[in-house]
T-cell receptor, first 112, second 117 residues
Framework: DADVTQTPRNRITKTGKRIMLECSQT?????MYWYRQDPGLGLRLIYY???????NKGEISDGYSVSRQAQAKFSLSLESAIPNQTALYFC???????????FGPGTRLTVT | AQKVTQAQTEISVVEKEDVTLDCVYE???????LFWYKQPPSGELVFLIR??????QNEISGRYSWNFQKSTSSFNFTITASQVVDSAVYFC??????????????FGKGTKLSVKP
Protein backbone atom coordinates (compact mmCIF):
# COMPACT_ATOMS: atom_id res chain seq x y z
CA ASP A 1 0.00 0.00 0.00
CA ALA A 2 1.24 3.48 -0.82
CA ASP A 3 1.95 5.06 2.50
CA VAL A 4 3.48 7.80 4.64
CA THR A 5 5.91 6.57 7.28
CA GLN A 6 7.61 8.41 10.12
CA THR A 7 10.63 7.46 12.17
CA PRO A 8 11.03 7.29 15.07
CA ARG A 9 7.51 6.80 16.40
CA ASN A 10 8.50 7.82 19.90
CA ARG A 11 11.53 9.70 21.13
CA ILE A 12 12.63 11.07 24.48
CA THR A 13 15.52 13.48 24.39
CA LYS A 14 17.19 16.01 26.65
CA THR A 15 17.21 19.76 26.44
CA GLY A 16 19.90 21.03 24.09
CA LYS A 17 20.20 17.88 22.01
CA ARG A 18 19.87 17.87 18.24
CA ILE A 19 17.21 15.57 16.94
CA MET A 20 15.94 14.62 13.49
CA LEU A 21 12.53 13.27 12.62
CA GLU A 22 12.20 11.54 9.28
CA CYS A 23 9.32 11.14 6.88
CA SER A 24 9.12 8.94 3.80
CA GLN A 25 6.28 8.41 1.38
CA THR A 26 5.50 5.97 -1.39
CA UNK A 27 2.44 7.86 -2.63
CA UNK A 28 4.35 9.68 -5.35
CA UNK A 29 3.07 13.00 -4.03
CA UNK A 30 5.11 16.11 -4.72
CA UNK A 31 4.10 18.13 -1.67
CA MET A 32 5.15 17.37 1.88
CA TYR A 33 4.41 19.04 5.21
CA TRP A 34 5.40 18.98 8.86
CA TYR A 35 2.88 19.80 11.61
CA ARG A 36 2.95 19.72 15.36
CA GLN A 37 -0.05 18.91 17.51
CA ASP A 38 -0.43 20.18 21.06
CA PRO A 39 -3.41 19.35 23.27
CA GLY A 40 -6.22 21.84 22.71
CA LEU A 41 -4.38 23.67 19.93
CA GLY A 42 -5.06 21.50 16.91
CA LEU A 43 -2.38 21.09 14.27
CA ARG A 44 -0.03 23.88 13.33
CA LEU A 45 2.14 23.98 10.23
CA ILE A 46 5.91 24.08 10.78
CA TYR A 47 7.33 23.80 7.24
CA TYR A 48 6.13 22.72 3.85
CA UNK A 49 7.75 21.80 0.56
CA UNK A 50 6.11 21.82 -2.86
CA UNK A 51 9.07 20.08 -4.48
CA UNK A 52 12.70 19.26 -3.73
CA UNK A 53 13.88 22.82 -4.37
CA UNK A 54 10.93 24.63 -2.81
CA UNK A 55 10.84 24.83 0.99
CA ASN A 56 8.70 27.29 2.91
CA LYS A 57 8.20 28.30 6.51
CA GLY A 58 4.87 27.69 8.10
CA GLU A 59 3.16 29.26 11.08
CA ILE A 60 5.63 28.09 13.73
CA SER A 61 9.04 27.49 12.12
CA ASP A 62 11.26 29.05 14.82
CA GLY A 63 13.53 26.44 16.38
CA TYR A 64 13.07 24.00 13.49
CA SER A 65 14.74 23.32 10.17
CA VAL A 66 13.94 20.90 7.36
CA SER A 67 15.59 19.07 4.52
CA ARG A 68 13.94 17.63 1.40
CA GLN A 69 16.43 14.99 0.40
CA ALA A 70 14.31 13.58 -2.40
CA GLN A 71 10.74 13.78 -3.60
CA ALA A 72 9.88 10.99 -1.18
CA LYS A 73 11.81 12.16 1.90
CA PHE A 74 11.32 15.19 4.14
CA SER A 75 13.16 15.52 7.45
CA LEU A 76 12.50 17.84 10.36
CA SER A 77 15.34 18.85 12.69
CA LEU A 78 15.36 20.45 16.10
CA GLU A 79 18.83 21.97 16.36
CA SER A 80 18.70 22.40 20.13
CA ALA A 81 15.61 20.83 21.62
CA ILE A 82 13.71 22.61 24.40
CA PRO A 83 10.90 21.30 26.61
CA ASN A 84 8.15 23.32 24.90
CA GLN A 85 8.88 21.38 21.72
CA THR A 86 7.37 18.36 23.42
CA ALA A 87 4.49 17.48 21.09
CA LEU A 88 3.10 15.04 18.55
CA TYR A 89 4.65 15.65 15.13
CA PHE A 90 2.96 14.70 11.89
CA CYS A 91 4.24 14.51 8.36
CA UNK A 92 1.73 14.83 5.52
CA UNK A 93 1.71 14.66 1.74
CA UNK A 94 -0.51 15.92 -1.03
CA UNK A 95 -0.72 16.21 -4.78
CA UNK A 96 -0.69 19.65 -6.34
CA UNK A 97 -4.25 20.70 -7.05
CA UNK A 98 -5.85 17.99 -4.90
CA UNK A 99 -5.62 19.82 -1.55
CA UNK A 100 -6.42 16.94 0.77
CA UNK A 101 -3.41 15.81 2.74
CA UNK A 102 -2.52 12.32 3.89
CA PHE A 103 -0.82 11.97 7.22
CA GLY A 104 1.82 9.70 8.63
CA PRO A 105 1.28 7.94 11.96
CA GLY A 106 2.99 10.67 13.97
CA THR A 107 6.09 10.92 16.15
CA ARG A 108 5.64 11.55 19.84
CA LEU A 109 8.58 13.67 21.00
CA THR A 110 9.33 14.39 24.64
CA VAL A 111 12.05 16.86 25.58
CA THR A 112 13.11 16.64 29.23
CA ALA B 1 -7.11 36.01 7.38
CA GLN B 2 -8.27 32.43 7.30
CA LYS B 3 -9.56 30.78 10.43
CA VAL B 4 -11.46 27.67 11.45
CA THR B 5 -13.48 27.57 14.65
CA GLN B 6 -14.79 24.44 16.31
CA ALA B 7 -16.62 25.84 19.29
CA GLN B 8 -17.40 22.46 20.84
CA THR B 9 -14.33 21.28 22.72
CA GLU B 10 -15.84 18.04 23.96
CA ILE B 11 -19.11 16.23 23.35
CA SER B 12 -20.34 13.14 25.13
CA VAL B 13 -23.26 11.06 23.86
CA VAL B 14 -24.73 7.66 24.47
CA GLU B 15 -24.52 5.06 21.75
CA LYS B 16 -27.22 5.34 19.04
CA GLU B 17 -27.70 9.06 19.61
CA ASP B 18 -27.21 11.40 16.68
CA VAL B 19 -24.52 14.05 17.12
CA THR B 20 -23.53 17.11 15.13
CA LEU B 21 -20.07 18.63 15.19
CA ASP B 22 -19.97 22.30 14.28
CA CYS B 23 -17.38 24.03 12.11
CA VAL B 24 -17.32 27.71 11.17
CA TYR B 25 -14.67 29.13 8.89
CA GLU B 26 -13.37 32.49 7.71
CA UNK B 27 -11.68 33.17 4.40
CA UNK B 28 -11.40 35.93 1.82
CA UNK B 29 -10.89 33.44 -0.97
CA UNK B 30 -13.79 32.75 -3.29
CA UNK B 31 -12.48 29.29 -4.10
CA UNK B 32 -11.50 27.09 -1.21
CA UNK B 33 -11.77 23.59 0.16
CA LEU B 34 -13.09 22.29 3.44
CA PHE B 35 -12.16 19.02 5.11
CA TRP B 36 -12.94 16.80 8.04
CA TYR B 37 -10.36 14.51 9.62
CA LYS B 38 -10.79 11.92 12.35
CA GLN B 39 -8.15 11.19 14.99
CA PRO B 40 -9.05 8.04 16.95
CA PRO B 41 -7.38 7.24 20.28
CA SER B 42 -4.61 5.43 18.39
CA GLY B 43 -3.47 8.85 17.17
CA GLU B 44 -3.43 8.68 13.39
CA LEU B 45 -5.25 11.28 11.29
CA VAL B 46 -7.79 9.89 8.89
CA PHE B 47 -9.12 11.93 5.98
CA LEU B 48 -12.94 11.81 5.87
CA ILE B 49 -14.15 14.28 3.29
CA ARG B 50 -13.23 17.19 1.02
CA UNK B 51 -15.75 19.75 -0.16
CA UNK B 52 -15.06 22.63 -2.55
CA UNK B 53 -16.65 26.03 -2.17
CA UNK B 54 -18.74 25.71 -5.31
CA UNK B 55 -20.47 22.54 -4.24
CA UNK B 56 -23.07 23.17 -1.56
CA GLN B 57 -24.79 19.84 -1.89
CA ASN B 58 -24.95 17.89 1.31
CA GLU B 59 -23.10 14.62 1.32
CA ILE B 60 -23.95 11.37 3.00
CA SER B 61 -21.67 8.42 3.51
CA GLY B 62 -23.24 5.69 5.57
CA ARG B 63 -23.90 7.10 9.04
CA TYR B 64 -21.90 10.25 8.27
CA SER B 65 -23.33 13.35 6.65
CA TRP B 66 -22.00 16.82 6.01
CA ASN B 67 -23.91 20.07 5.69
CA PHE B 68 -22.12 22.91 3.91
CA GLN B 69 -23.76 26.32 4.10
CA LYS B 70 -21.84 29.12 2.45
CA SER B 71 -24.28 31.74 3.73
CA THR B 72 -23.27 31.00 7.32
CA SER B 73 -19.68 29.87 6.55
CA SER B 74 -20.36 26.55 8.19
CA PHE B 75 -19.47 22.96 7.38
CA ASN B 76 -21.11 20.77 9.99
CA PHE B 77 -20.67 17.04 10.42
CA THR B 78 -23.41 14.74 11.69
CA ILE B 79 -23.01 11.18 12.86
CA THR B 80 -26.29 9.28 12.91
CA ALA B 81 -26.79 6.44 15.37
CA SER B 82 -23.38 6.94 16.94
CA GLN B 83 -21.23 3.98 17.92
CA VAL B 84 -18.42 3.56 20.42
CA VAL B 85 -15.97 3.31 17.51
CA ASP B 86 -16.86 6.88 16.57
CA SER B 87 -15.10 8.10 19.71
CA ALA B 88 -12.28 10.31 18.45
CA VAL B 89 -11.14 13.86 18.01
CA TYR B 90 -12.56 15.37 14.85
CA PHE B 91 -10.85 18.21 13.05
CA CYS B 92 -12.32 20.59 10.51
CA UNK B 93 -9.83 22.24 8.14
CA UNK B 94 -9.74 24.86 5.40
CA UNK B 95 -7.46 25.18 2.38
CA UNK B 96 -7.34 28.27 0.24
CA UNK B 97 -6.50 28.15 -3.46
CA UNK B 98 -4.97 31.59 -3.91
CA UNK B 99 -2.01 33.39 -2.45
CA UNK B 100 1.06 32.34 -0.55
CA UNK B 101 -0.70 29.85 1.66
CA UNK B 102 -2.58 28.06 -1.08
CA UNK B 103 -2.76 24.36 -0.50
CA UNK B 104 -1.94 24.61 3.20
CA UNK B 105 -4.45 23.30 5.71
CA UNK B 106 -5.71 25.55 8.47
CA PHE B 107 -7.10 23.36 11.23
CA GLY B 108 -9.66 24.04 13.91
CA LYS B 109 -8.72 23.00 17.42
CA GLY B 110 -10.80 19.86 17.22
CA THR B 111 -13.84 18.42 18.96
CA LYS B 112 -13.40 15.39 21.16
CA LEU B 113 -16.36 13.05 20.80
CA SER B 114 -16.95 10.38 23.40
CA VAL B 115 -19.60 7.79 22.67
CA LYS B 116 -20.58 5.77 25.71
CA PRO B 117 -22.13 2.31 25.48
Amino acid sequence: DADVTQTPRNRITKTGKRIMLECSQTKGHDRMYWYRQDPGLGLRLIYYSFDVKDINKGEISDGYSVSRQAQAKFSLSLESAIPNQTALYFCATSVAGAYEQYFGPGTRLTVT
Amino acid sequence: AQKVTQAQTEISVVEKEDVTLDCVYETRDTTYYLFWYKQPPSGELVFLIRRNSFDEQNEISGRYSWNFQKSTSSFNFTITASQVVDSAVYFCALSETYGGSQGNLIFGKGTKLSVKP
